[in-house]
């Protein structure tokens, strides 16, 4: 007999049910600890191994979820999560997931479904206006960074080879050269190994100044030393807000090189960029107006639901030509308005995700999310001053926007890095707050943004309060033969 999947579960219950639990689940958070107290291995145990033969009522799924999978969550909508970048999911956005999901339309083409097309351009349009860019720019939604920076790199390619790599392939073919600094995220690494250019040729130009801003005569100067040794160089990605310590590159400078030397210009200011809504913020990323991409994630800082990536390019004919399969598409673009995106993106299937960017910027206007962010930048300028203060706390890099880094000085002398690294898990595993470690200059630094939607000033000052609190009991538990203060002025 043929049963519908509506006639076992009650869709319009359980729904009502998942929103009551996300609506508790959100008012809830503050009370939780930020990373969960589990150890590996612990929540896979309370899964059955097997798959159910039989159909299982919701109500027990339900609750084996409460039970068992939502405390075992690190909790990203947690006021006081400091940890890596925000992964913002504003109430109005989440909204618009749910009715995305039940729809679940798959929004490869125009025709698969207009109104997911045709809102895209128009909201990417709202975002381009929002972060200043020149309406040369056009804008297409990816899942994340990585698959826009990798868009971005297989475009760099075909370029350099005149549009021939996707069909000859590259064996037999000049060396491609790409240009970063060493401050950029893993995914360029990993765009430049999976567009076949080869880890190898990612040309690592030094970085100098307290900005650790790629030196662009270093960059002209490795150009034009690849050139003399008959490599062929294809592109330049520069960084503004690198992932370590938000490492920012002279955009200006840069795009000029790559006018000059007819590279096509990528920058990745995937979490950086939200905060380019703010007039007062765009000198960081000046110069972007002439690069030939951008990438700026709104499922990052903005609040928009993971996943969503914003990629803006200059000639988006280039990034077609590179990725769209069938040519006759081409025909079609630009002519009659009618654009299929799955042409702009790697992956065919597209998931609906303009629809929660409309959500999100019609429910806080641009004004609401700037006022955040602003708050976010002031907080952590404010931490940072206070932690800088304390006398066994230095500060390792200054605030960029809202994200610093910082070190406490352990009377443990010549055990820094341990001393630090310790004081990260225990910091972690208490649970008030949730940070991250990274290297500066070899040594190990504790990184701190501040980024949470639902985050306030008193939670700063719960975060101050755990990190000191916890880095001094850490201390005294360990052997400590001499004053702070002598280990210190000896050191
Ligand atoms: C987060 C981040 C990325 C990677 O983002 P995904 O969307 O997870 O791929 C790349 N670059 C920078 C600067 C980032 O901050």
Redesign the pocket.
């Known amino acids: 007999m043929a049963m519908r999947a509506e006639d076992t579960i009650d869709l319009r219950t359980w729904a009502h049910r998942a929103a009551d639990w996300t609506a508790d689940y959100r008012d809830g958070l503050d009370a939780l600890p930020v990373r969960p107290r589990v150890v590996p291995g612990s929540i896979a145990a309370e899964i059955a191994a097997a798959p159910p033969e039989a159909a299982e009522p919701m109500e027990a799924i339900f609750a084996d979820f409460d039970r068992v999978i939502a405390p075992g969550m690190t909790h990203w909508q947690h006021p006081r999560f400091f940890a890596y970048?925000p992964g913002n999911a504003a109430p109005a956005a989440v909204v618009a997931e749910m009715l995305v999901a039940g729809m679940s339309a798959q929004c490869m083409l125009w025709q698969t479904s207009p109104a997911a097309t045709e809102l895209e351009t128009r909201v990417l349009d709202w975002l381009r206006q929002a972060l200043d860019l020149p309406a040369t720019f056009q804008g297409v939604i990816h899942d994340?960074?990585?698959s826009a920076t990798l868009a971005a790199v297989l475009t760099m390619r075909e370029r350099a080879l005149g549009f021939t790599g996707n069909a000859t392939g590259l064996a037999g073919g000049p060396r491609l050269r790409i240009y970063a600094s060493g401050e950029v995220?893993s995914?360029i690494d990993k765009a430049v190994r999976i567009a076949g250019i080869g880890e190898d040729n990612l040309v690592r130009v030094p970085t100098a100044g307290p900005t650790r801003g790629m030196d662009p005569t270093g960059l002209e100067a490795a150009i034009a030393a690849d050139r003399a040794a008959g490599h062929k160089p294809a592109g330049i990605i520069a960084?503004v807000?690198?992932?370590s310590v938000g490492a920012l590159d002279d955009v200006t400078a840069i795009a000029a090189i790559a006018n000059r030397e007819g590279l096509h210009l990528h920058v990745?200011a995937?979490?950086a960029g939200a905060a380019m809504i703010c007039p007062e913020f765009r000198p960081l990323w000046e110069g972007v107006a002439a690069a030939d991409s951008v990438v700026m994630?709104p499922h990052?800082w903005l609040g928009a639901p993971f996943d969503c990536?914003t990629y803006f390019v200059r000639a988006p004919g280039d990034l077609v030509r590179t990725l769209a399969i069938h040519p006759e598409y081409l025909k079609t673009y630009g002519r009659d308005g009618m654009v299929n995106y799955s042409e702009w993106s790697i992956q065919l299937g597209r998931r609906f995700r303009a629809l929660k960017l409309w959500f999100l910027i019609r429910a806080h206007g641009l004004e609401g999310l700037r006022a955040m962010i602003r708050d976010h930048v002031a907080w952590s300028r404010d931490l940072a001053a206070r932690l800088g203060a304390e006398p066994d706390f230095e500060i390792v890099t200054e605030p960029m926007l809202s994200l610093f880094t910082f070190r406490h000085l352990s009377a443990a002398d010549g055990a820094a890095d341990a001393h630090n690294l310790a004081l990260v898990e225990a910091i972690n595993d208490d649970g008030r707050t949730y940070l991250t470690q990274t290297r500066v200059d070899g040594r190990i630094a504790i990184r701190l943004q501040v980024g949470s939607f639902q985050t306030t000033a008193a939670d700063l000052d719960i975060a101050f309060e755990a990190i000191t609190e916890i880095a001094r009991r850490l201390d005294s538990a360990t052997t400590v033969t001499e004053p702070l203060s002598r280990a210190r002025t000896a050191g």
Do not use: L, Q, R
Request: aromatic fraction near 12%; proline fraction near 0%.
């Open positions: 970048f994340t960074a990585s995220h995914s960084c807000g690198g992932t990745d995937a979490w994630n990052k990536s």
